[in-house]
């Protein structure tokens, strides 16, 4: 069984504060993709990575990082220096290469970024 | 390029209604899915289909129906509505290898009274 868990339910931080989600995921398959996904408070859901679970190197987009764990299991995300326009709710998930697309969503986190 | 398009955007049913919740996608992707949002609990797989034909069950199947009868098209169906079914809708799309991600039509917020 596939089980992506976001411990962090809410998450508050003053602007230019950095802030790392935490994401742990469970699966029996030995190629999966781990995903995130912002939700703004306008309701779209918005792709932000996929990584190939071979690919264990930490990637770096702006102001968005990405540290992959295998051996814990995790794929935590980081934004630096916050802005207010990060305020949303973020998703992790998961999908085993031999699940058929079956794409399993965390409860998410939602961040607020005070100014 | 219109993505993934759901219709309607909003809807009202009465108990026991039936309905269906329309999902198309122009990107001829092999792979479509719905979901539903609700609070505290993310999102839930409700059925998938990995291609024209062929269709699975998710976390949450019980009350829906699903076919794919095209690789465009991906209806929901709701047999007989019931207040725990007044949610947030997404349907979702993507090739097999998900290299872009799936991507996500805008969600159909649905209230069952």
């Known amino acids: 069984a596939q089980k992506v868990t976001q411990a962090q339910t809410e998450i508050s931080v003053v602007e230019k504060e950095d802030v790392t989600l935490d994401c742990v995921y469970e699966t029996r398959d030995t190629t999966y993709y781990l995903f995130w996904y912002k939700q703004p408070p306008s309701g779209e859901l918005v792709f932000l990575i996929r990584?190939?679970?071979?690919?264990?190197q930490n990637e770096i987009s702006g102001r968005y990082s990405w540290n992959f764990q295998k051996s814990t299991s995790s794929f935590n995300f980081t934004i630096t220096a916050s802005q207010v326009v990060d305020s949303a709710v973020y998703f992790c998930a998961l999908v085993g290469v031999n699940q058929g697309g079956k794409l399993i969503f965390g409860q998410g986190t939602e961040l607020s970024v005070k100014p | 390029n219109a993505g993934v398009t759901q219709t309607p955007k909003f809807q009202v049913l009465k108990t026991g209604q039936s309905m269906t919740l329309q999902c198309a996608q122009d990107m001829n992707h092999e792979y479509m899915s719905w979901y539903r949002q609700d609070p505290g609990m993310g999102l839930r797989l409700i059925h998938y289909s990995v291609g024209a034909g062929i269709t699975d069950q998710g976390e949450v199947p019980n009350g829906y129906n699903v076919s794919r009868s095209t690789t465009e098209d991906f209806p929901l169906r709701l047999l007989s509505a019931a207040p725990s079914q007044t949610s947030v809708y997404f349907c979702?799309?993507?090739?097999?290898?998900?290299?872009?991600?799936?991507?996500f039509g805008s969600g159909t917020r649905l209230t069952v009274v």
């Open positions: 990584r190939n679970s071979f690919d264990e």
């Open positions: 979702a799309s993507s090739f097999h290898d998900s290299v872009y991600g799936y991507t």
